[in-house]
Each structure stands twice: as structure tokens, then as C-alpha cells.
């Protein structure tokens, strides 16, 4: 008898939502970027080799972010392509090393998710396409000038 290939909606007809594997793997890389990399600004000033936990919270609390938004893209059944978090993740992380904006990346990612997961005719964003550039731009300088 033949074998059946297994089909990629009976998950989601079943009621189980998939969880993202190659995601949620690729997260550890911005993740362990981040950590060395504060460990470095942190601890090449010093001359020591000793840290705290209290030198890595901020790589901690992005860890758990980025793991709390993977998980709630497997619960809604999000399809969306799993490279583009652990790539937006990456280049934020980076960018958190040099700024330090801590709760701009958090709003920014709570929204990415809700956008995501709850807003599901991403097709109706075309017509607002410019409209969404100038606030994202406008975002962008109000990150710069509120220091």
C-alpha cells in the first residue's frame, strides 16, 4: 500500500497550531550576538573578566521578548516567513548595542506582532503604503530627537 505524503493543513484543521522550529532557532543567534556584545562594551572599560547578571538583563529581556513573539506567531498559526524575525532581531540587536533604545524596540515588536497575527488582510495595506512610510519615517525622527 502506498504511503500518503503528509499534508500541511491537517495541523491546522486538527486544531494544533505549528510551531515555528526554524524560527525559533534562529532567534538564539541575535540573542547570543547581543550578549557578547554587551559583555564586551561592559567589560573591556573595566579590565576585568567579571560580570553580573545585572550586565546581561538587557539581553535576557530581549531573549524573552523575541521567544514571546515567536510563541505567539505559533499559537495564532501564523504563516508568515520564519527568516524575517530572526533577521529583524539581528539588526536590532546591533543596533541596541550602539543606542541603547530599549523600549522602542519593544513597542516596535509588539506592534510587528499584532499586525502580524491579528490584522489578516495584509493585501488592504497597499493602499496606504505611502501614508504608513511617512509615519514609519516620522517614528524614526521622534526615536532621534527625544533624546
Known sequence: MARRSPDPDAARRRGRPRFRWTESQLLIIPVLLLAVGLLTVVLVPRGDAD???????????????????????????????????????ALAGLGLLAARQ??????????????????RHLHLLRRYKYTLAVVGVALMLATVLSR
Open 51 to 89: 560580570f553580573t547578571w545585572r550586565d546581561l538583563w538587557l539581553a535576557l529581556a530581549f531573549g524573552a521578548l523575541l521567544g514571546t513573539i515567536s510563541l505567539g506567531f505559533s499559537v495564532a498559526d501564523f504563516r508568515g516567513d520564519q527568516l524575517l524575525l530572526p533577521l529583524v532581531a
Open 102 to 119: 530599549v523600549a522602542y524596540l519593544a513597542v516596535g515588536l509588539v506592534v510587528l506582532w499584532y499586525t502580524a497575527v491579528r490584522f
